[in-house]
């Protein structure tokens, strides 16, 4: 068949790109014909901590090429792109949904591709934001975006009504494939020999970008009110708020790591590899490329009780605590650590994933496309 997967590549940083990467693989390891429309450029450099909103992913290697097209600062860029992708004649077309403000690229792009199959992969129905501008460009771009494709794939039941809130389109559920190329993890004691953490000590790690629904500030306090917990927090913070507020903390408990910047994959394998568990203490969510990055390494987690967590590690090493309660995190920490749950969690390696989803996700693709030609 012939295939169009639009979006962010793996030049890119974040989940989204990733996401992509190995679904584009899989589209080529299975015979079919890709065309990738990629970014030039997604975000002006400002709006990055480090300065670049690029990253230099050497894990990960593309069976595939990129078409860079969409520019955050060409609107013209979408009819461009359209062109190509009827001249492409495909099958199918794939375009994934993750935050509103690309909506004068990517409706432009779908409507402009109307007469092709199109499956939308909503990784955030409705976003994460909580002030009233925020939640209703959410929405009204969400219905609009919605309404220009064949059928939505979403990553949990939850995310499913709330896509039924704003459009009538079908929707679906995939969770979200594991990410594979953490594996395999180096040894325990040299991960944390090269972190200069202690082989005794009882390690958690939070790892991703740090925006204000994932909790970062939560996990750093419930650290610091642990009895002798270590905690990481690694990843880019694009709040200067909360960049103050996990600067001061790290300073007052010295068993607070915090670690201001992107990780590429080989740097987050050895971090992954020191922990004893991951953390993810989201006040709301719709997906987790992080959750699925525990499932493929076999790391028990602590999180909030939410929906889709309790979905996901439904057959997992997982405790869980009431959504935005420091204090039973923190009793949840010293549990852990005091032996009463699953410390120093030795994983099956029979059990550890392969990155199989990503072939699951792909037939899910095709089986809807063709449900929406009977």
Same mark, same amino acid.
């Given at each position: 068949?012939? *295939? =169009?997967?639009? #979006?962010?590549?793996?030049? @890119?940083? !974040?989940?989204?790109? $990733? /996401?992509?990467? &190995? %679904?584009?693989?899989? *589209? =080529?390891?299975? #015979?079919?014909?890709?065309? @990738?429309? !990629?970014?030039?450029? $997604? /975000?002006?450099? &400002? %709006?990055?901590?480090?300065?670049?909103?690029?990253?230099?992913?050497?894990?990960?290697?593309?069976?595939?090429?990129?078409?860079?097209? &969409?520019?955050?600062?060409?609107?013209?860029?979408?009819?461009?792109?359209?062109?190509?992708?009827?001249?492409?004649?495909?099958?199918?077309?794939?375009?994934?949904?993750?935050?509103?403000?690309?909506?004068?690229?990517?409706?432009?792009?779908?409507?402009?591709?109307?007469?092709?199959?199109?499956?939308?992969?909503?990784?955030?129905?409705?976003?994460?934001?909580?002030?009233?501008?925020?939640?209703?460009?959410?929405?009204?771009?969400?219905?609009?975006?919605?309404?220009?494709?064949?059928?939505?794939?979403?990553?949990?039941?939850?995310?499913?009504?709330?896509?039924?809130?704003?459009?009538?389109?079908?929707?679906?559920?995939?969770?979200?494939?594991?990410?594979?190329?953490?594996?395999?993890?180096?040894?325990?004691?040299?991960?944390?020999?090269?972190?200069?953490?202690?082989?005794?000590?009882?390690?958690?790690?939070?790892?991703?970008?740090?925006?204000?629904?994932?909790?970062?500030?939560?996990?750093?306090?419930?650290?610091?009110?642990?009895?002798?917990?270590?905690?990481?927090?690694?990843?880019?913070?694009?709040?200067?708020?909360?960049?103050?507020?996990?600067?001061?903390?790290?300073?007052?408990?010295?068993?607070?790591?915090?670690?201001?910047?992107?990780?590429?994959?080989?740097?987050?394998?050895?971090?992954?590899?020191?922990?004893?568990?991951?953390?993810?203490?989201?006040?709301?969510?719709?997906?987790?490329?992080?959750?699925?990055?525990?499932?493929?390494?076999?790391?028990?987690?602590?999180?909030?009780?939410?929906?889709?967590?309790?979905?996901?590690?439904?057959?997992?090493?997982?405790?869980?605590?009431?959504?935005?309660?420091?204090?039973?995190?923190?009793?949840?920490?010293?549990?852990?650590?005091?032996?009463?749950?699953?410390?120093?969690?030795?994983?099956?390696?029979?059990?550890?994933?392969?990155?199989?989803?990503?072939?699951?996700?792909?037939?899910?693709?095709?089986?809807?496309?063709?449900?929406?030609?009977?």
């Amino acid at each position: 068949m012939k *295939i =169009v997967l639009a #979006g962010p590549d793996i030049l @890119f940083k !974040g989940g989204i790109a $990733q /996401y992509n990467h &190995f %679904l584009a693989n899989e *589209i =080529v390891n299975n #015979g079919h014909e890709l065309k @990738f429309i !990629g970014f030039k450029k $997604q /975000y002006p450099d &400002f %709006l990055y901590p480090a300065g670049s909103n690029t990253a230099k992913e050497t894990e990960m290697q593309p069976l595939y090429n990129v078409e860079r097209i &969409f520019h955050y600062a060409n609107p013209f860029s979408p009819l461009t792109a359209a062109l190509k992708v009827r001249k492409f004649r495909p099958d199918i077309i794939i375009v994934p949904h993750w935050i509103w403000v690309f909506a004068y690229l990517f409706i432009p792009f779908l409507f402009l591709t109307k007469g092709h199959r199109t499956v939308i992969i909503a990784h955030n129905s409705l976003g994460h934001g909580r002030k009233l501008l925020n939640r209703l460009a959410d929405r009204i771009v969400s219905k609009l975006t919605f309404s220009l494709g064949d059928h939505i794939i979403v990553q949990s039941d939850e995310e499913k009504r709330k896509a039924a809130s704003v459009c009538s389109t079908p929707a679906s559920v995939f969770n979200h494939p594991d990410y594979s190329q953490y594996l395999p993890l180096i040894p325990r004691d040299s991960a944390r020999k090269s972190l200069g953490i202690h082989e005794s000590s009882t390690v958690f790690l939070f790892l991703g970008f740090v925006r204000k629904y994932k909790g970062a500030e939560l996990f750093a306090s419930a650290i610091s009110g642990s009895a002798d917990a270590v905690g990481i927090i690694a990843g880019e913070c694009f709040d200067k708020k909360i960049e103050n507020e996990l600067t001061e903390l790290s300073g007052s408990c010295k068993r607070l790591i915090v670690m201001n910047r992107y990780f590429i994959s080989s740097e987050a394998r050895t971090l992954i590899s020191a922990c004893d568990a991951m953390v993810l203490p989201y006040l709301s969510v719709t997906g987790s490329g992080i959750a699925s990055i525990a499932l493929a390494c076999q790391k028990p987690v602590i999180a909030s009780d939410l929906e889709l967590f309790r979905e996901i590690f439904a057959d997992h090493p997982a405790i869980f605590f009431k959504t935005g309660n420091i204090s039973e995190l923190i009793e949840k920490i010293n549990k852990f650590s005091s032996n009463e749950y699953i410390l120093k969690y030795r994983p099956n390696p029979d059990n550890i994933s392969s990155g199989n989803g990503w072939k699951g996700l792909l037939e899910h693709i095709l089986k809807v496309s063709e449900a929406g030609n009977e």
